[in-house]
């Protein structure tokens, strides 16, 4: 896994050098474009000062999680979309910069987010992936008590199970939820709300809830529903960034187009399987993964099939037509990997969902993450998660 | 979100006030007199912004007249980096002298914790008196006599004034006649020795000095139209350079008269290229303790002022000091003559071949600027270090694109005595 290195990371003279290509627009376009609120005119302007803590402090600031959303957000889809030097030639590397500046933080130890003067408001957070770390470090800050509830053995949620080392170090990681802990959040780990707490007592023993949860469990269709040698993306990767996997096939087919799908190709060839095949619904023109995650994953694909269906699975050998075209086509691999979305696993929990969202329930519950109403990434679910502990702390009247 | 959300605020917070001149400052970062703080506006947004305090631009006799010409202004890139030096062609200010003193009752009613420093300058001493008169009258903190304004129009004010000690004392007494606020003179860097003048400002009366103003200059000529710039209907002039690249002739300045022990304590209002919160701390560590700007501002705004603000409390707090006024002057004792350095050793550069990307760089610079002591390695790329003929300059590393040489070993001249030396 560590031959693959997606963090090119800038040194001082290079951050400098791309923030200097920064127009410094006023009422700049970036720093309206992000989900989350961070301010990146504002830091890349602290960054062409030399005022490195400050562009630290911006960050943290109105990003709690801005270490990770550096690495994890496809910035050509929000502040780089919005960023006028593309009027020269391209957008400022945004995200470049932004991890820059918070490994700078971290290698000196800023500790920059504070917990606030307790109210003694106590809030529960169910599940611990971005969402909820967002939502319970704005909380701490405000001087709730912050309990969090996780029913796996570890904190993170996808950033931990599903998002590939390459992309996201769990040292990273660690660091991030480490200063989450240092505001004072306590972690309740391998607790199922709904199975091993009634969802009813965690309501009844808190002032607030926020439910945090993603698109957990990986999706499966036809014609790939209870045949053998198949498996979702989820589950592959989870199962990879474990270590619970230590051989693969030679020959894997990948069904899907995504950030995800993209994951799992650079993670199978990373493993050393020599074959990679990738077929895709989505035509070249509508493809959905990010550039970052595409730079990465398209050097190392064996082939990339784009516009087709799978229409039936037998032994292991899938059968695909063509959207438009009169084509089909046959793949025969070893196993084959579902890469085709994502839905959420809430068997246990009292909610209405609609689309995969969840509908009101009551005064003093509130919804984050890809449950929200909201995009399904990583900077929407820090955006939502800050939106629910802003919530909270109007129905609770705060500090 | 919600404003009171924003209370969460963890930006750092320090202490940036300073009293100079006996006027305590919220911070030390001022507008020099120029462009940039020519109206009530103007001013009011920069205090807005995060200054302490505004020199109001220069205020002259009642009947003198400003004609500016258009264009007035030229830069010196290098590069893809422009505004490295920047050329101001313009004049004192351009409104009435009732309407300016309107300004500075209005800001000094609005912004009362803030400092007002008015800029003046006449053409005898009798308005120089006037002027120091209605200013204070106004309601300004502070009163900056400009002698050293390179752009005028007229030989009895502007830079030459400020190469003139008996002038300049003659108008610092006239402007003590006239007010007794704080007042510093501000020095023109157009002279090989500012110590008579500062000495000739100060037995006028003068309690502070504020240093530099611009450099006399020519920045650029049209080649196809055989003109400086600005073209002025064909022609140009010398006029003030100002920006980055005047930030050493102004510390330099500003060192020197640290080392005269007369001059050790007086208090100085630093100018002259500052951008960064580095530039800032570079000026007080070398014994200003006030701060004025404006090319900077002129390029990116009055919004320079918050990471000047925020990364000088950072440099505090690295510092360990809980008061700026602790950092004035730090480094001015580093600054010593020529002749009292140490030429006992040589330190030779330690080259990381690791780092190298193998440009060559370095062995160009060392041959045709330095002493020959690197060749190259052309089946390796990389360069080749002839102690024999290393002199130590160091002009290797400041070249090297990726900062692969570093200071390595000490070595004494022989005869010389060995002791530790601080790199």
Redo the contacts between chains.
């Keep these: 896994m560590e031959n693959i290195k997606a963090e090119k990371t800038m040194g001082v003279k290079e951050v400098i050098e791309e923030a200097s290509r920064c127009l410094l627009c006023l009422d700049a376009p970036c720093s309206k474009m992000c989900p989350a609120g961070t301010d990146p005119a504002k830091f890349i302007r602290s960054v062409r000062f030399l005022n490195f803590k400050g562009a630290a402090e911006t960050i943290r600031e109105n990003n709690p999680l801005g270490s990770l959303c550096a690495r994890l957000c496809p910035v050509e889809k929000y502040c780089e979309l919005g960023c006028l030097r593309s009027g020269i030639d391209h957008p400022i590397d945004i995200a470049s910069i932004q991890t820059y500046v918070t490994d700078f933080e971290r290698e000196n130890n800023m500790q920059i987010l504070a917990k606030g003067v307790p109210n003694g408001k106590k809030v529960a957070i169910v599940g611990s992936g971005p969402s909820a770390l967002s939502a319970a470090a704005e909380l701490a800050r405000e001087g709730y008590s912050v309990t969090v509830y996780e029913k796996q053995s570890k904190i993170g949620g996808y950033l931990r199970y599903g998002i590939p080392e390459y992309r996201l170090p769990t040292n990273v990681l660690d660091y991030e939820i480490e200063r989450i802990k240092n505001l004072g959040v306590q972690f309740v780990l391998n607790k199922n709300i709904g199975i091993d707490i009634p969802f009813s007592e965690i309501e009844k023993s808190f002032d607030a809830v926020i439910v945090c949860l993603g698109l957990g469990k990986g999706k499966m269709i036809p014609p790939f529903i209870g045949k053998e040698n198949v498996i979702t993306a989820v589950d592959l990767l989870s199962k990879l960034k474990e270590g619970e996997i230590i051989e693969l096939p030679d020959t894997v087919l990948v069904v899907g187009g995504g950030d995800v799908a993209m994951d799992v190709i650079t993670s199978l060839k990373n493993k050393g399987v020599k074959k990679v095949v990738d077929v895709v619904y989505e035509e070249m023109n509508e493809f959905k993964a990010s550039n970052k995650e595409k730079e990465i994953a398209f050097p190392l694909v064996d082939s990339l099939i784009c516009g087709y269906i799978p229409t039936n699975m037998t032994n292991n050998e899938v059968e695909f037509k063509h959207r438009f075209i009169d084509s089909t086509l046959k793949i025969k691999a070893d196993l084959i990997v579902l890469a085709v979305g994502q839905e959420v696993e809430s068997a246990s929990l009292p909610f209405v969902f609609k689309k995969g969202e969840a509908e009101r329930y009551s005064e003093k519950v509130f919804f984050a993450g890809d449950i929200a109403h909201d995009d399904k990434s990583v900077v929407a679910a820090v955006k939502t998660g800050k939106e629910a502990a802003e919530n909270v702390a109007k129905i609770l009247g705060g500090k | ?2 404003p ?2 924003l209370e ?5 917070s320090k202490d940036l006030s300073i009293e100079f001149l006996g006027v305590k400052f919220p911070n030390p970062f001022c507008l020099s007199s120029s462009p940039v703080g020519n109206d009530y506006d103007m001013c009011a947004k920069a205090y807005d912004t995060g200054f302490g305090g505004v020199v109001f631009k220069t205020i002259g006799p009642k009947d003198y007249v400003v004609d500016e010409v258009s264009p007035r202004f030229d830069s010196l890139s290098k590069e ?2 422009p505004f490295v030096g920047f050329k101001n062609m313009e004049q004192i200010a351009e409104h009435s002298l009732e309407e300016n003193l309107r300004d500075i009752i209005r800001l000094k009613n609005n912004y009362p914790s803030h400092v007002l420093i008015a800029s003046i300058m006449g053409n005898n001493e009798k308005n120089w008196e006037d002027l120091a008169r209605l200013v204070d009258k106004a309601g300004a903190d502070m009163i900056e006599m400009n002698l050293s304004c390179p752009q005028m129009t007229s030989h009895a004010m502007g830079s030459d004034v400020g190469t003139n000690p008996e002038l300049c004392e003659s108008y610092c007494r006239a402007v003590k006649r006239g007010s007794r606020l704080p007042m510093m003179a501000k020095m023109t860097p157009n002279i090989t020795d500012m110590v008579p003048v500062i000495k000739a400002c100060l037995r006028g009366g003068a309690d502070g000095i504020a240093l530099i103003n611009t450099v006399k200059s020519v920045c650029n000529v049209d080649l196809e139209k055989h003109v400086g710039l600005p073209i002025v209907d064909g022609k140009s002039s010398v006029s003030g350079y100002s920006g980055k690249a005047t930030k050493p002739i102004a510390l330099r300045f500003l060192s020197q008269i640290r080392q005269d022990p007369d001059l050790k304590d007086v208090p100085i209002s630093g100018i002259g290229g500052i ?4 530039d800032a701390a570079e000026f007080i560590l070398l014994g200003a303790s006030t701060l004025q700007m404006t090319t900077s501002i002129m390029q ?1 705004g009055y ?2 002022v ?3 603000s ?2 000088l409390m ?1 440099y505090m707090e690295d510092e360990g000091v809980d008061h700026l006024s602790e950092l004035v002057g730090l480094a001015s004792s580093s600054i010593v003559p020529a002749e009292n350095l140490n030429r006992d050793y040589i330190v030779y550069p330690l080259i990381d071949n690791d780092k190298c990307l193998g440009c060559g760089r370095c062995v160009i610079s060392c041959y045709d600027g330095a002493h020959q002591a690197l060749s190259f390695d052309e089946k390796e790329r990389k360069p080749v270090f002839d102690k024999t003929k290393c002199v130590g300059c160091h002009l290797c590393a400041m070249v090297c ?3 692969a040489i570093s200071k390595g070993e000490i070595v004494f001249k022989p005869g010389r005595t060995k002791k530790e030396i601080k790199l």
Excluded: A, C, F, Q
């Design positions: 979100m919600s009171k959300y969460g605020n963890k930006m750092i893809s980096t951008e960064t919160w580095r990116y919004r320079i918050e990471d000047l925020n990364g950072h694109p990726v900062g």
